[in-house]
């Protein structure tokens, strides 16, 4: 580890990680389930005598949705119950009290390793480029292989660490060559500002925020590496209801609908969610035109499963799940439609964006 300086105070807007830690979408795994199985409920859309139960995340599916128009005159209705991180999401959905919700790529693994009830519906690819590892502009460290002997702050079981292992694992090292700093977010952010850890594996928006204000710049990204899906979590129960399996079909198409409005319309978008969860605009700006922005809807295909059972193995090999298992068997394709592979590349803003 390189010497430490003196420790200082937070960089600006530091304190903002804190608002957050509720950005669910961000591929979380068990370690950041912080609040409980229970979802704080923010009211209801839509008339009609079928009733969606949506799991949601602080500036995520809702804000998205309605910022979009996509939730004007809804022929059916929405109730949206809002929570802390994807697990426990994915626990009231196990319960029955959810019927889908939004979560990325390794919430599911962690849930079906539980035995829990759930079908992955619908996915989307986006660009992994803000899945990075982050040092400091000033660090010795050029390229992953140097990370030997160092400490690297990551939250256990996030998409950023089955990044880091892949990044390590390229670089022909494995965790055991590293020394792992298990943090969440706001606290990881604490040890990088004030140099208690050699690099910070994290995700969008918190990559987009260090790179702004945390004196940070990329070591290297998951780009090639991980599999930059996000994805729709449904009941099964809610699957074998005829109707409801109507609605949710009309839920994920509008969906999509607004994924492409959010493409088009990047600042609009930076706008709402800044509002919605804390962030400073311009830091919201540049993670949706580096990331969220990026969203492709995509098949829930054979590649999409495969790649997810790569996670799964990788995270049953060192153990933060119990067990091996077949991720296919919590798979539903039927909404995949005219989709295009998961394999397609994201959107992009180009160069400059």
Aim: charged letters at 25%.
């Amino acid at each position: 580890m390189r010497p430490r300086r003196p420790a200082r105070a937070l960089v600006p807007g530091a304190a903002l990680l804190l608002p957050l830690a509720l950005l669910l979408t961000a591929c979380g795994g068990a370690s950041r389930a912080d609040g409980s199985a229970g979802g704080t409920g923010s009211g209801t859309d839509g008339k009609g005598s079928v009733t969606l139960n949506v799991g949601d995340q602080k500036g995520g599916s809702e804000a998205l949705l309605r910022a979009a128009g996509e939730l004007d005159d809804l022929p059916y209705r929405i109730k949206w119950s809002t929570f802390t991180s994807g697990p426990p999401l994915l626990e009231a959905l196990n319960a029955g009290a959810v019927d889908i919700g939004a979560v990325g790529n390794t919430p599911p693994v962690f849930a079906a390793a539980a035995q829990q009830k759930l079908k992955v519906v619908a996915a989307s690819h986006s660009s992994s480029a803000g899945e990075a590892i982050l040092v400091k502009k000033d660090s010795p460290l050029k390229r992953p292989g140097q990370l030997k002997g160092k400490t690297i702050a990551v939250a256990q079981g996030s998409s950023a660490n089955y990044q880091l292992v892949a990044s390590l694992k390229k670089a022909g090292l494995t965790t055991k060559d590293v020394k792992l700093s298990y943090l969440q977010p706001a606290d990881a952010l604490a040890a990088f500002t004030r140099d208690r850890v050699d690099a910070w594996a994290v995700w969008d928006p918190y990559t987009s925020q260090a790179l702004d204000q945390a004196d940070a710049r990329v070591l290297t990204s998951g780009q090639g590496l991980v599999n930059g899906l996000t994805f729709q979590v449904a009941a099964p129960a809610a699957l074998k209801d005829k109707k409801k399996a109507e609605v949710l079909k009309d839920y994920n198409d509008r969906l999509r609908r607004a994924q492409d409005w959010v493409f088009k319309h990047p600042q609009k978008w930076a706008e709402v969610w800044a509002k919605e969860t804390g962030l400073p605009e311009k830091v919201a700006l540049e993670a949706v035109k580096r990331t969220y922005g990026t969203d492709v809807p995509v098949a829930v295909d054979k590649a999409a499963v495969a790649s997810e059972q790569q996670i799964v193995n990788t995270f049953a090999d060192i153990g933060l799940i119990p067990r091996k298992y077949s991720f296919a068997d919590y798979v539903d394709t039927r909404f995949n439609g005219d989709l295009p592979p998961s394999s397609t590349r994201p959107r992009t803003y180009g160069k400059d964006g």
